[in-house]
């Protein structure tokens, strides 16, 4: 079974830490997503990616493919950021993505 | 602008009733997605279509149908043989089915049962 497990289900941090969310899979993948769900429930991809790190603006996600396991950091965070991140995963055998729970991050000014 | 387009924002359903939720996209995407989101819980996919005149099955399609008659449209109806409908949905599209496509999101169509 695919299974996706993100960690933190919570995250509440002071403007300007660095903010870590990690997402762990359960098999091969093709392509890994991230995604980000603002408080009006509309969704953003952020990153699709297959090995390696990719970086946009303060955005950065990492996946490391023998541990099955994948990060997105966020750098001098901002309340603007505050907002649900998911990670999808899209494995070899399905046509279809398995999404994770979700991540609610909350930056305070 | 190129987007997708979801209607209604809100939409209330009474016992027994069909609901049709509205989905445009206008990025001439070939691929369409219906996703239910419920708390605490990520997202489902109902049924997707690769192309017009074609839409599968996804994990919890019972209780809905969908139609692809046009390339920018995939309305999904809720019928009444689904027991517990409320929830948020969103319509996603792709330029292709490949998993390596990014998919572009809908701002959602949350339902409620009076």
């Known amino acids: 079974k695919n299974e996706v497990e993100q960690s933190p289900q919570n995250l509440t941090a002071q403007e300007g830490e660095f903010i870590t969310i990690n997402c762990s899979y359960s098999v091969g993948i093709s392509a890994l997503h991230w995604l980000q769900q603002h408080p009006g429930g509309g969704i953003v991809s952020l990153f699709m990616?297959?090995?390696g790190k990719k970086k946009h603006g303060r955005l950065i996600a990492t996946i490391n493919i023998q541990e099955k396991h994948s990060s997105l950091h966020i750098t001098a965070s901002h309340p603007r950021d505050s907002a649900v991140y998911i990670c999808a995963e899209g494995n070899q055998g399905a046509q279809k993505l398995v999404f994770g729970q979700g991540t609610r991050l909350t930056i305070n000014p | 602008d190129g987007g997708i387009t979801q209607s209604p924002k809100y939409l209330f359903r009474k016992e027994g009733q069909n609901v049709t939720l509205s989905c445009e996209q206008n990025l001439n995407h070939d691929a369409m997605y219906w996703y239910r989101q419920d708390p605490g819980q990520g997202l489902r996919l109902i049924y997707y279509s690769q192309i017009v005149n074609d839409f599968q099955k996804g994990d919890i399609a019972e209780g809905y149908s969908v139609s692809r008659e046009k390339k920018e449209s995939f309305p999904l109806t809720v019928t009444s043989a689904q027991k517990n409908p409320t929830a948020f949905y969103l319509c996603?599209?792709?330029?292709?089915?490949?998993?390596?496509?990014?998919?572009?999101f809908g701002a959602g169509t949350r339902l409620s049962v009076l």
């Open positions: 996603a599209s792709s330029i292709g089915s490949s998993k390596l496509n990014i998919q572009y």
């Open positions: 990616l297959s090995s």
